[in-house]
């Protein structure tokens, strides 16, 4: 069983910044990227950035100089710190796994719970 638990979500001032976490565990050989996705009401889920076990980033255009991914591969953790937000980043923030449970899987698509953020004065 893997587990994805975020956490840091909440209410923020536009130009306010918030830092989400996301945190790995369970059965976890190893771990090629991992991500935050965002859901606002009305729309589809969109990527937002991800990062891989080699570093490597990408960013949505939308968030793009605003908001960065870093990740912690001992701790299996991923981080989303989004400065300068909008309204229009407000959404349910799930954070996402691309990993293997052992060296004979195959990688799987795991996701978290979900967390609001929610942008507003």
Known sequence: QVQLVESGGGLVQPGGSLRLSCAASGSIFSIKAMGWYRQAPGKQRELVAVITSGVSTNY???????????????????Y??????????????????????SWLAADGVYWGQGTQVTVSS
């Not at 949505?60 to 991923?78: L, Q, Y």
């Not at 407000?90 to 954070?95: I, L």
């Open 60 to 78: 949505a255009d939308s968030v793009k100089g605003r908001f960065t991914i870093s990740r912690d591969n001992a701790k299996n953790t991923v």
């Open 80 to 101: 989303l710190q989004m400065n300068s937000l909008k309204p229009e980043d407000t959404a349910v923030y799930y954070c996402n796994a691309v990993l293997a449970t």
